[in-house]
């Protein structure tokens, strides 16, 4: 029911009388009485507070994804099982030894005395370098992927592959997980080398699989990083990057950090891929990113950058700290912009050219790294301060590997040194006859050593 009171005009369209309600007869539109009814407050009003409400949350949904998970992926694509990469003792289960990539063997039982095992001749040589799980050495090789006895070299199996094996192998249960010049990613039973499960990209494969918690991450030419279950094969999600992005990646900290031929690392939440970070360098990142003393190192353009684990990068900063920079450039009167988020320090190498092409070996107290001048160098691995360097005698193009109060270093004419790795002194070296084609590898107090000659050696 409506009344009326004379003399009562709509301000929206001038129309006189209005429902008891306020509002207009005419337009329907709500406007307010003179204290004898309620307003209700205008529909328009309404919807603009709902739509601000709605922009607000989503704002704050973009603002938050370097910082929340997608609930989404964590509640529907979860893995099966909690397989992982682990690092035991007397083991080496992927390619730089744990999940964040250090090549750090804290303590051995006894030095290596340099005296060969034995030598096992695998064929045309490729880049796999051998992974060392319960006295089993497993690599890849010339259209085969090889499991040998690690206490004498004798041949367990050997399965036919569509090509050469180019990338290292990762071992997490009773699963081999290799990556394949035909697109394909293989998990393979250890104690027999059969398919368990496959899995097709896009492009071939780029560099080695690194599996944590039930996750197999790999990298493709096709520019994407694949995380895949660890038990059946299926995509949980993939991650693209703007050029190639090369595996294996690092975890450390709840974060996946991944090279890419692009010049940037990316700090990805491991579960759903979400960006955290993206560390823009001037040229393309050459290895794999090593984690450890809370920041992040990779090689790029001939420098080792070490970059703040924890730090995060907001959606649209770094356009807003490019326009900031330029503005700067210009003489605006604006203060100096601030670095990328993470900045911390980068080194090189000490003499021209200067040129470090592999990532560094990390400890808690130093950093070891080679250049193709042939000099070892050791800084302190928070601060980058120099503490000593080596001369060895040819290019070091390969990545060092700690052992106890030892590291160890392979040079390109074919001699591996082993230098205290307090002091730098040569502790003693040994002539393999050829350059190491991957880096050096420790387990079951021995030395493994592939050269590029074809031969794998273990040294005791």
Not at 51 to 57: E, F, P, Q, R, S
Not at 241 to 263: C, I, M, R
Not at 444 to 454: E, I, P
Request: aromatic share 10%; glycine share 8%.
């Amino acid at each position: 029911m409506t009344t009326s009171r004379p003399g009562d005009v709509c301000p929206w369209c001038s129309a006189s009388g209005r429902s008891i309600r306020g509002t207009c007869l005419v337009c329907e539109r709500y406007y307010a009485l003179e204290g004898w009814a309620h307003t209700p407050r205008p529909r328009h009003l309404v919807r603009w507070c709902m739509v601000g409400l709605a922009a607000a949350a989503a704002l704050g949904a973009w603002f938050s994804g370097p910082f929340l998970p997608d609930p989404i992926t964590l509640l529907f694509r979860h893995p099966t099982t909690q397989l992982s990469s682990t690092a035991e003792a007397n083991q080496w289960p992927m390619w730089g030894l744990d999940l964040q990539q250090r090549r750090y063997v804290e303590e051995a039982l006894h030095p290596v005395a340099g005296q060969r095992l034995w030598s096992v001749e695998l064929g045309i040589p490729t880049r796999s370098a051998p992974v060392v799980v319960d006295d089993v050495v497993y690599i890849g090789g010339h259209f085969q992927v090889l499991a040998l006895d690690a206490r004498t070299g004798r041949r367990l199996w050997a399965r036919p592959m569509t090509g050469p094996v180019e990338t290292s192998l990762a071992v997490a249960g009773d699963l081999l997980y290799v990556g394949l010049q035909d697109w394909r990613v293989l998990a393979l039973e250890r104690q027999t080398g059969q398919t368990r499960w496959e899995f097709s990209m896009q492009n071939p494969v780029a560099g080695a699989a690194a599996v944590a918690e039930g996750i197999v991450y790999i990298g493709s030419l096709d520019g994407f990083l694949y995380a895949l279950d660890a038990a059946t094969g299926k995509r949980l999600w993939q991650f693209k990057t703007e050029d190639q992005a090369l595996s294996p990646p690092a975890l450390a900290d709840n974060t996946l950090f991944v090279s890419a031929t692009d010049g940037s690392l990316y700090a990805l939440h491991p579960r759903t891929g979400q960006l955290r970070l993206r560390f823009r360098t001037p040229e393309r990142l050459q290895d794999t990113p090593v984690v450890a003393n809370g920041l992040v190192y990779f090689p790029a353009g001939g420098y080792i950058y070490a970059v703040a684990a924890g730090a995060r990068e907001l959606p649209g900063q770094y356009a807003l700290q490019l326009v900031w920079a330029q503005l700067w450039i210009w003489q605006f009167p604006v203060p100096r912009p601030p670095a990328q988020p993470g900045s911390t320090w980068r080194l090189t190498s000490q003499a021209p050219p200067r040129k470090i092409l592999a990532a560094p070996a990390v400890a808690p107290d130093l950093l070891y790294v080679g250049d193709i001048n042939g000099r070892l160098y050791a800084h302190d691995a928070v601060t980058g301060a120099a503490r000593w360097q080596f001369q060895a005698g040819a290019a070091l193009l390969a990545s060092p590997l700690i052992v106890g109060p030892t590291v160890y270093v392979g040079a390109a004419d074919g001699v591996l040194y082993a230098l205290d790795r307090t002091q730098g002194t040569l502790r003693g070296q040994l002539a393999l006859g050829a350059p190491l084609q991957t880096p050096p590898v420790f387990a079951s107090q021995r030395l493994y050593l592939q050269t590029k000659d074809g031969w794998l050696h273990a040294i005791e």
